[in-house]
């Protein structure tokens, strides 16, 4: 079954061409600047390594991953143990070779507990009941971070054999809880500071003068500056210098009045479809309908008459159904909501999908007065 759907996306501007602002009034939203802007240089680092899980009930690694068992055997000599015989001769299936990954928090000093993830490398059948031996954390620069040991918790199961078997979630990725010992000191000395910079999480002009003037109304003139739409550098005043960690805290808990940008998000792998309460549209017509094609083929046996000198053959029975439906039309006036974009389009039955290609043809058409993007 062949499925082809089109649509014809008609918008009409009633400004000779060009796009009109919404006439609603420019809502502001009081928001924190720790909410919306994080310290340069304050940041996670990802950590990652390679281990081994034990103590599996016969889930592990098969014979033919050979690289767990190069390191079984490397971690059985450490501990004084020295084998005799080939890889290939060992018949271990209790133990798999997993990647260990984990973000370590800004500020880590030694013997802080952190969380890691474990994912299995081999074909490994399932972590459950597993122990991760003590491994190194590395982080990007190749030296290591931390360490993690300690028992791995799954997020789903596998149950009975190949021929007949469950399995809910992945089996082969789990979590270590506080299995993370931090062991080298990554915290940042800010009385040494002679000024600090505050970046924001999405970037707006508007927003990154409104901070600097909240700050520069908190404390004074001349402490923030605005760079750019991102980063706002502020100056740490003399006598706070070794106070620093109580005047970013009081800066943090300074509020400004942030504008909700018009945005939509669309997955279309998943038929999602986030939209902004701001979103505005201009006038605009829909056209929208289904055009099905249906083939099917059928086989038939044409059998000869006895003691004739006929073969018996197949022959083949196409037929083709095509129903069309008739187009269902929309129309929006300027200025129109998201509200009523959706209940016009879900009144002449559109699906979520039907609405992803809606809303890329609106935006190509220059109706859409919001930022598009599709992940």
């Known amino acids: 079954m ?27 939203r009081p ?16 950590l ?42 060992m018949q271990v299936r209790n133990v798999a070779a997993v990647f260990i ?9 030694p013997g802080t507990r952190i969380d890691v993830d474990v994912s299995s490398v081999g074909d490994a059948k399932s972590l459950e009941g597993g ?30 054999t ?34 600090v910079a505050l970046v924001l999480r999405n970037y707006d002009f508007a927003t990154s003068l409104k901070v ?50 018009a945005k939509v998000v669309v997955n279309e792998r998943t038929g999602t479809i986030v939209l902004g309460q701001h979103v505005s549209l201009s006038a605009c017509s829909i056209l929208h309908g289904n055009l099905a094609i249906e083939i099917t083929t059928q086989y038939q046996v044409s059998q000869p008459e006895a003691l004739s000198q006929g073969q018996t053959a197949v022959v083949p029975q196409t037929t083709v159904h095509a129903k069309e439906s008739p187009v269902n039309r929309v129309e929006l006036r300027e200025g129109a909501t998201v509200q009523e974009l959706i209940s016009g389009l879900q009144g002449i039955g559109a699906t979520a999908r039907d609405i992803v290609a809606i809303l890329e043809a609106i935006k190509a058409a220059g109706a859409l007065e919001a930022e598009l993007e599709v992940i």
């Not at 899980?53 to 004084?80: C, E, H, W, Y």
């Not at 990954?101 to 000093?109: M, V």
């Not at 210098?241 to 300074?254: G, I, K, P, T, Y």
């Open 162 to 195: 190949r021929a007949n078997s469950v399995q809910v979630n992945h089996p082969t990725a789990g979590r270590v809880l506080s299995g993370g010992l931090v062991e080298r000191d990554t915290s940042v000395d800010l009385g040494k500071l002679a000024q």
């Open 48 to 89: 990652i390594g390679y281990g081994m899980v034990v103590g599996l009930n016969n889930s592990g690694d098969r014979q033919q991953t050979l690289f767990p068992a190069q390191t079984l055997v490397n971690i059985l000599r450490k501990m004084g143990v020295q084998l005799s015989g080939s890889l290939s001769s």
């Open 212 to 261: 600097a003037e909240a700050i520069n109304g908190r404390f004074g003139q001349d402490f923030a500056r605005a760079v750019d739409g991102r980063r706002v550098e502020i100056k740490l005043p003399e006598t706070n210098r070794e106070s620093v960690s109580r005047f970013l805290a009081q800066m943090e808990e300074l509020t400004v009045g942030v504008q909700e940008p």
């Open 2 to 28: 062949k499925f082809c759907r089109y649509l014809l996306v008609m918008s009409w501007l009633l400004t000779g061409g060009q796009l009109v602002a919404s006439s609603r009034d420019a809502v502001l």
């Open 101 to 109: 990954t984990a973000s370590l928090p800004p500020f880590s000093s």
């Open 131 to 160: 122990v991760l031996l003590l491994s190194p954390l590395y982080g990007a620069d190749g030296q290591p971070y931390a360490t993690a040991q300690g028992s791995v918790v799954l997020g789903g199961y596998t149950a009975g």
């Open 31 to 46: 928001v924190r600047i720790q909410d919306i802007t994080t310290v340069e240089g304050v940041r996670e680092n990802s």
